[in-house]
């Protein structure tokens, strides 16, 4: 993996913008996706899948070859599984709003989920009278097996977990998982928005019913992610959003709705960012994702060896740098993330994330109030790691007494 060359894909890198260590958040953008978002623009920025003049054919091609290459990317014969929505979030509200939970009903999630996966909970806790058990993990947010077997169970209609976390790079067993929740008839939900930007993710082998992910996290423009569902959960499941679009003919009292993916795309797309993921998708293909889970621990170690003398450095996650994926989340005695991250920012050019990172509630149960992360991806090289740790040393040795 040619690091050196693909940074210069990118041009805030090539630009000298700084260090970006804020991917878990988005991911930037090389010069191929922007070339075909502005083509879309240029030469067919028109409406897909209602038009039949020109310019509305090549979109609707374009989106079609996109929708292909999404589900070869994910180990898919059949494109019509994946459907665009603008983020993860949306595609697990789908799922949570459409599964068709009654009132009783129970859910297991995980106590680490990021808000995409927990508020929506929260809400339909209220407004249906399902049931939530919680999968705990370890102190450091480590999943255990025998953990999940205590709450999985028959009665148990829908496991809906993140495969990653953003907090502390975790990686859950996915497949075992499932073949636990499928051997008592146990749908499978999964939120793959920190995962599948750093690793080779088959959804075949995995068994899935549903699995969603953010395309911004993966070198695709802003506003675009899609969920996977197997054709006959896509069958059952009921749109989130009713419109233009899923419709094969309305009257006045009656509406035939569209199959799956149309089902689930009403109204106009985001073209632009769709077509736009064609080339992200790309540009991962070629550089394998394999090569960027070894990268990421090659960069999480040279973190852990540069940090492990800083005085009151605490990291909030497995201590073993091959378990936290392309995630480093610290806290410093006596500053706070939010001082640490604008300090970063101001004093060396490194932007890094702080807060409580849409994972509150696992925080606050571990008397946390929030982190500075720093996370790479594939065009973070070594150099970077070594301004991050020096700006980091000079912070607290100016600040920490």
Known sequence: MDVSS??????????????????????????????????YYEEY??????????????????????????????????????????????????????????????????????????????????????????????????????????VIGHDVKLVSMGQTSNVTGCTIPVKEITEIAHDMGVAVAIDGAQSSPHMSVDLKDLDVDFFCASLHKML???????????????????????????????????????????????????????????AALDYLSKVGMDNITEHEHHLQRLIQKDVEDIKGLHIIGPDDPDKRGGVFSFNVDGLNSHDIAMMMDNMGGIMIRSGMHCAHPFLVSRDIDGTARASVYLYNDDKDIERFTDALRKIVDTFVK
């Open 6 to 39: 693909i940074r210069q894909d990118f041009p805030t890198i090539r630009n000298g913008k700084g260090v970006y260590l804020d991917s878990a958040c988005q991911s930037l953008k090389p010069d191929c996706v922007i070339a075909k978002v502005v083509e």
């Open 45 to 150: 920025p028109a409406c897909g899948g209602r038009s039949v003049h020109s310019m509305g054919t090549r979109v609707s091609m374009e989106v079609d070859e996109t929708r292909e290459k999404l589900a070869a990317f994910f180990g898919c014969d059949d494109p019509s599984e994946f459907v665009f929505t603008k983020n993860t979030t949306e595609g697990m509200n789908t799922i949570a709003r459409g599964f068709g939970l009654k009132k009783d009903d129970v859910i297991v999630t995980l106590d680490v989920e990021h808000n995409s996966n927990h508020v929506e909970w929260l809400a339909m806790e209220s407004d249906v009278g399902i049931k939530r058990r919680y999968c705990k993990t370890s102190i450091d947010g480590e999943f255990d097996i025998e953990e999940f077997k205590k």
């Open 220 to 278: 695709a423009p802003t506003g675009v992610g899609f969920m996977y569902g197997k054709e006959e959960r896509l069958k059952e499941l009921r749109p989130l959003i009713y419109g233009g679009g899923i419709v094969g003919l309305t009257t006045y009292d009656s509406v035939k709705i569209s199959p799956a993916p149309e089902k689930f795309e009403a109204g106009l797309e985001n073209y632009s960012g769709i077509i736009g993921a064609s």
